[in-house]
C-alpha cells in the first residue's frame, strides 16, 4: 500500500497533467459543469485531509518543526494566512478524537456525523463551520443528546438525505415508509448549512437570543476615523435591528422602483417640438447617467437620511436650533465663485461648491468682524417652505437628472437661479436634485433651466450630442394627469 505522501502526489500529478496545455479551455458547457464538480469533490476531499492531519496532530507538532504552533505551521507548510489557518484549527477542534485516558482508545468526535461528511466529501471545511459554529455558541445550554440530533441532521442535510428526525416521522406521501418523498435532495451549500444550523440552535436553545443579544449591545459602536486622502473613515458594528432598519432606507433611497416591474424611466422631448412624442436623447452607448458605484450610492443615501433627520421636527435641538452644517466661507470667495470653506470640527478646508451646496438648502449669515469683534449679524431666509416643497414635489415627482429615480421627497430642493443672484424661493425656481446630483450639479455638466415654470434640462455631450435643452417627461400615471389638466397631491 502506497504512503499517503505518495498517494498524494500521484493525485497531483494527475491535477498536473488535467492543468497541462488546454485541455480545460475546449470544454463544452456540459464538460465544464461536470469538470467543476469533479475540482470541488477533491477540494473538499483534500480539505478533509487537511483537517484530519491537523486533528490527529499532538500539541506539540509545530514546536517539533520550528513554529511556534500549529497556525503558524499551516501558514508555512499549507501556504495559508493566518485567517484561513485558524478556521482549518477550529474545524479540527471539532472532529477530532480524543484519546481515552483509561483504556487507551480513540473517543467519538464531538460532531461525529459531520466529521464523517467532511471526510467523505460530502461537507468542505466552510460548510463544516457554517453547520457547527452556531450551535457551538449555545454549546454550554443544550445537551449531549441534542447535539447528537442536529449532528446527524445537519450531516443528512449536507448530503442531501432524508433527514433522521425519528420524533418528526411522519408519512407525507401515503406509502407508509415515513420518509417524505423517499429520494434524495441535492447537496447542501455552505450557506444552506448555515441557515438550518442557525434554526436548529434557535429550536435547541430558545433563551440563547438573549445573552446574545446582550453581547451584541456591548459592542455596537460607530467610529467616525481622521481624515485621510480627503474622506474620513467609518468603522463600526450595528444591531441587527438598526442594519435592518438602515437597510430599508437605503433600498427605498438607490431602488424607488423596488414595488413592481422596471420603470421604463424618464422620457424627454424636445423643447418647441410635441411635448408628448418620444426622442432618442441619449447618445452613451453604456446608457450609463449615474456612474456611481454601490458603495458611493449608500454612503449618497446617508447623506441624504442624515440631511432630512437633521430638518426632522422630532430631531432633538442642539444650542436651542435643529442641528445644523455649519460651513463658513469668506463673502468675497462665495461672490467670486472661487477659493475654500471650512466645516466645524474637520481637519481640512473643502471645496467652494460645497459651501454653495449647503446654502442652497438653508441659510446664509452674514458676520461682519472688525479686528475679531463682530460687529454686524444678518440673515437671509432661502429655504422652502413645507407647502412649497409638496408642490415642487407634486409637479416632478423625482430628481430631475435623467435615470436618476430617487423620489422627490427624499431629495433637496435646488435653487434654480442662485438665491444669491436674485433667484426667489419659489416654486418656479425650486427642483428636486438627489443628495449626489445636487452636489455635482456644478462639475456634471448638467444644466437647469425654467421655462414657464416647467424645467428643462440639457445634459453633457457624452449624454446629448445636440446639447438641446429638454423638458423631462414622466412615463407614468402622474404624466398622464398632468396633461390632461388634473394633479391629484
Same mark, same amino acid.
Given at each position: 500500500?502506497?504512503s499517503p505522501a505518495v498517494?498524494?502526489a500521484?493525485?497531483?500529478?494527475g491535477?498536473?497533467?488535467?492543468?497541462?496545455?488546454?485541455?480545460?479551455?475546449?470544454?463544452s458547457?456540459?464538460?465544464?459543469?461536470?469538470?467543476?464538480a469533479?475540482?470541488?469533490?477533491?477540494s473538499?476531499?483534500?480539505?478533509?485531509?487537511?483537517?484530519?492531519?491537523?486533528?490527529?496532530a499532538?500539541?506539540?507538532?509545530?514546536?517539533?518543526?520550528?513554529?511556534?504552533?500549529m497556525?503558524?505551521?499551516l501558514?508555512?507548510?499549507?501556504?495559508?494566512?493566518?485567517?484561513?489557518?485558524?478556521?482549518?484549527?477550529?474545524?479540527?477542534?471539532?472532529?477530532?478524537?480524543?484519546?481515552?485516558?483509561v483504556?487507551?482508545?480513540?473517543?467519538?468526535?464531538?460532531?461525529?456525523a459531520l466529521?464523517?461528511?467532511?471526510?467523505?466529501?460530502?461537507?468542505?471545511?466552510?460548510?463544516?463551520?457554517?453547520?457547527?459554529?452556531?450551535?457551538?455558541?449555545?454549546?454550554?445550554?443544550?445537551t449531549?443528546?441534542?447535539?447528537m440530533?442536529?449532528?446527524?441532521?445537519?450531516?443528512?442535510?449536507?448530503?442531501?438525505?432524508v433527514?433522521?428526525?425519528?420524533?418528526?416521522?411522519?408519512?407525507?406521501?401515503g406509502?407508509g415508509?415515513?420518509?417524505?418523498?423517499?429520494?434524495?435532495?441535492?447537496?447542501?451549500?455552505?450557506?444552506?448549512?448555515?441557515?438550518?444550523a442557525?434554526?436548529?440552535?434557535i429550536?435547541?436553545?430558545?433563551?440563547?437570543?438573549?445573552?446574545?443579544d446582550?453581547?451584541?449591545q456591548?459592542r455596537?459602536?460607530i467610529?467616525?476615523?481622521r481624515?485621510?486622502?480627503g474622506?474620513?473613515?467609518?468603522r463600526?458594528?450595528?444591531?441587527?435591528?438598526?442594519?435592518?432598519?438602515?437597510?430599508?432606507?437605503?433600498d427605498?433611497?438607490n431602488n424607488?422602483?423596488? /414595488?413592481? #416591474? @422596471?420603470d421604463t424611466? *424618464? +422620457?424627454?422631448?424636445?423643447? $418647441?417640438d410635441?411635448?408628448?412624442?418620444?426622442? =432618442?436623447?441619449?447618445?452613451?452607448?453604456?446608457k450609463?447617467?449615474?456612474?456611481?458605484?454601490?458603495?458611493?450610492?449608500r454612503?449618497?443615501?446617508l447623506?441624504?437620511?442624515l440631511?432630512?433627520?437633521a430638518?426632522?421636527?422630532?430631531?432633538?435641538?442642539?444650542? /436651542?436650533a #435643529? @442641528?445644523?452644517?455649519? *460651513? +463658513?466661507?469668506?463673502?468675497? $470667495?462665495?461672490?467670486?465663485?472661487?477659493?475654500? =470653506?471650512?466645516?466645524?470640527?474637520?481637519?481640512?478646508?473643502?471645496?467652494?461648491h460645497?459651501?454653495?451646496?449647503?446654502a442652497?438648502t438653508?441659510a446664509?449669515?452674514?458676520?461682519?468682524?472688525d479686528?475679531?469683534?463682530?460687529v454686524?449679524i444678518?440673515t437671509?431666509?432661502?429655504?422652502?417652505?413645507?407647502?412649497?416643497?409638496r408642490?415642487?414635489?407634486?409637479?416632478?415627482?423625482e430628481?430631475?437628472?435623467?435615470?436618476?429615480h430617487?423620489?422627490?421627497t427624499w431629495?433637496?430642493?435646488h435653487?434654480v437661479?442662485e438665491?444669491?443672484?436674485g433667484?426667489?424661493?419659489?416654486?418656479?425656481?425650486?427642483v428636486p436634485?438627489?443628495?449626489?446630483?445636487?452636489?455635482s450639479?456644478?462639475?456634471?455638466?448638467?444644466e437647469?433651466?425654467m421655462?414657464a415654470?416647467l424645467?428643462q434640462?440639457?445634459?453633457?455631450?457624452?449624454w446629448?450630442a445636440?446639447?438641446?435643452?429638454?423638458t423631462?417627461?414622466?412615463?407614468?400615471?402622474h404624466?398622464?394627469?398632468?396633461?390632461?389638466?388634473?394633479?391629484?397631491?
Amino acid at each position: 500500500m502506497n504512503s499517503p505522501a505518495v498517494a498524494l502526489a500521484q493525485v497531483a500529478a494527475g491535477l498536473r497533467d488535467l492543468l497541462s496545455g488546454d485541455a480545460l479551455a475546449g470544454l463544452s458547457d456540459a464538460e465544464r459543469a461536470e469538470a467543476l464538480a469533479g475540482l470541488g469533490e477533491i477540494s473538499r476531499l483534500a480539505e478533509a485531509g487537511i483537517v484530519e492531519t491537523v486533528a490527529t496532530a499532538d500539541a506539540e507538532f509545530g514546536h517539533r518543526f520550528g513554529c511556534r504552533g500549529m497556525n503558524g505551521m499551516l501558514r508555512r507548510v499549507v501556504l495559508v494566512d493566518a485567517s484561513a489557518a485558524a478556521r482549518v484549527i477550529r474545524a479540527a477542534e471539532a472532529v477530532q478524537r480524543e484519546t481515552s485516558l483509561v483504556s487507551g482508545e480513540r473517543m467519538p468526535a464531538r460532531w461525529p456525523a459531520l466529521r464523517e461528511a467532511l471526510l467523505d466529501g460530502a461537507v468542505g471545511l466552510a460548510g463544516l463551520l457554517a453547520a457547527v459554529c452556531p450551535l457551538e455558541q449555545a454549546r454550554d445550554r443544550i445537551t449531549v443528546e441534542q447535539r447528537m440530533w442536529a449532528d446527524a441532521n445537519l450531516a443528512a442535510f449536507a448530503r442531501g438525505d432524508v433527514l433522521p428526525d425519528a420524533d418528526h416521522d411522519h408519512d407525507h406521501d401515503g406509502d407508509g415508509d415515513g420518509d417524505g418523498d423517499g429520494g434524495r435532495a441535492p447537496r447542501a451549500s455552505a450557506e444552506d448549512l448555515k441557515q438550518f444550523a442557525a434554526t436548529l440552535a434557535i429550536m435547541l436553545d430558545p433563551d440563547g437570543a438573549e445573552p446574545a443579544d446582550q453581547r451584541a449591545q456591548a459592542r455596537r459602536s460607530i467610529t467616525i476615523g481622521r481624515l485621510r486622502d480627503g474622506v474620513h473613515p467609518i468603522r463600526g458594528n450595528l444591531t441587527p435591528e438598526v442594519a435592518a432598519q438602515w437597510q430599508l432606507i437605503e433600498d427605498a433611497y438607490n431602488n424607488p422602483k423596488v /414595488g413592481g #416591474a @422596471p420603470d421604463t424611466g *424618464v +422620457h424627454f422631448t424636445l423643447v $418647441d417640438d410635441d411635448p408628448y412624442s418620444d426622442d =432618442a436623447f441619449n447618445s452613451d452607448p453604456r446608457k450609463r447617467i449615474d456612474p456611481r458605484t454601490p458603495a458611493q450610492k449608500r454612503h449618497d443615501a446617508l447623506a441624504a437620511a442624515l440631511g432630512i433627520a437633521a430638518r426632522h421636527s422630532e430631531m432633538p435641538t442642539l444650542g /436651542g436650533a #435643529a @442641528p445644523t452644517l455649519v *460651513v +463658513h466661507v469668506d463673502a468675497a $470667495d462665495l461672490a467670486a465663485g472661487t477659493g475654500w =470653506a471650512t466645516l466645524p470640527g474637520s481637519d481640512t478646508a473643502v471645496p467652494l461648491h460645497v459651501a454653495t451646496h449647503t446654502a442652497c438648502t438653508g441659510a446664509i449669515q452674514r458676520v461682519l468682524f472688525d479686528q475679531g469683534r463682530i460687529v454686524g449679524i444678518t440673515t437671509t431666509d432661502r429655504i422652502f417652505t413645507v407647502h412649497q416643497r409638496r408642490a415642487i414635489v407634486a409637479r416632478d415627482q423625482e430628481c430631475l437628472i435623467p435615470g436618476c429615480h430617487v423620489p422627490a421627497t427624499w431629495c433637496e430642493i435646488h435653487h434654480v437661479i442662485e438665491h444669491a443672484r436674485g433667484g426667489p424661493t419659489h416654486t418656479d425656481n425650486g427642483v428636486p436634485l438627489c443628495w449626489w446630483h445636487h452636489r455635482s450639479l456644478g462639475q456634471s455638466g448638467w444644466e437647469i433651466r425654467m421655462n414657464a415654470g416647467l424645467p428643462q434640462i440639457r445634459g453633457p455631450a457624452w449624454w446629448d450630442a445636440e446639447q438641446k435643452w429638454r423638458t423631462p417627461r414622466l412615463s407614468t400615471l402622474h404624466a398622464r394627469r398632468r396633461r390632461d389638466g388634473v394633479l391629484r397631491i
